[in-house]
């Protein structure tokens, strides 16, 4: 139990195009996800908290305009990139809570790696 | 602002040989501790979860320790694999908000 998908595991983009990332909880319901972005080499940075039917908290220096996201149902949150350029290139991994009494445990995607020409 | 840092950021053993990575925090008002694995271009897996009320988790050969006093973890594996090579990490989920702080990582190499 406890997987989570995301799709597309690579994408290959143009400068300028928007790049939608999606990421499931596939057996269990998931009120909060979560998007990071991890450069080479370096640790998983928090990007944005997705909660189920409200607006998406964003962390300091992340902008909201520019990474899109959406969480339409209990599995299923996206991260769209708009108008995407070569630093935003970058591992992206999603992670769904799983709520289990008084204490919640966080299991991670396989990650999309995203490369902007 | 929690920071997270894991000593030593890599180190490479032979094989059998027992490892210890070592996870420390800025903020010791630690509510439960996670520690995870991260293969090369791979998402994270969850090893050990070790809640507020645990000193230590175990899950076969590996066993994960935290001392919320001093704001440590130590993740011990035992008879270390060529298979447990990859970069581990350790995260702080801050209670209320679940916002994971992660640190860099310990890159393990297990040479056969």
């Known amino acids: 139990g406890a997987v989570v998908s995301q799709h597309p595991s690579r994408v290959i983009c143009k400068s300028g195009t928007s790049v939608k990332i999606e990421c499931r909880s596939l057996?269990?319901?998931?009120?909060?996800m979560f998007w990071y972005r991890q450069f080479p080499k370096q640790s998983l940075m928090l990007m944005a908290t997705?909660?189920?039917?409200?607006?998406?908290?964003?962390e300091q220096g992340v902008e909201k305009d520019k990474f899109l996201i959406n969480h339409a149902s209990l599995t299923l949150s996206t991260l769209t990139v708009t108008s995407a350029h070569p630093e935003d290139s970058s591992f992206y991994i999603c992670?769904?809570?799983?709520?289990?009494?008084?204490?919640?445990?966080?299991?991670f995607g396989p990650g999309t790696r995203l490369t902007v020409l | 602002k929690q920071e997270v840092t894991q000593i030593p950021a890599a180190l490479s053993v032979p094989e059998g040989e027992n490892l210890v990575l070592n996870c420390s925090f800025t903020?010791?008002?630690?509510?439960?501790l996670q520690w995870f694995r991260q293969d090369p271009g791979k998402g994270l897996t969850s090893l050990l979860l070790?809640?507020?009320?645990?000193r230590e988790q175990t899950s076969g050969r590996l066993n994960a320790s935290l001392d919320k006093s001093s704001g440590r973890s130590t993740l011990y594996i035992a008879a270390s694999q060529p298979g447990d090579s990859a970069t581990y990490l350790c995260?702080?989920?801050?209670?209320?908000?679940?916002?994971?702080?992660f640190g860099k990582g310990n890159q393990v190499v297990v040479i056969p």
């Open positions: 992670s769904a809570r799983r709520f289990q009494g008084v204490y919640n445990e966080q299991f």
């Open positions: 057996d269990f319901q998931a009120t909060t």
């Open positions: 997705s909660n189920e039917g409200s607006k998406a908290t964003y």
């Open positions: 903020d010791s008002a630690i509510y439960n």
């Open positions: 070790i809640q507020s009320s645990q």
């Open positions: 995260a702080d989920p801050r209670h209320g908000n679940n916002r994971l702080a």
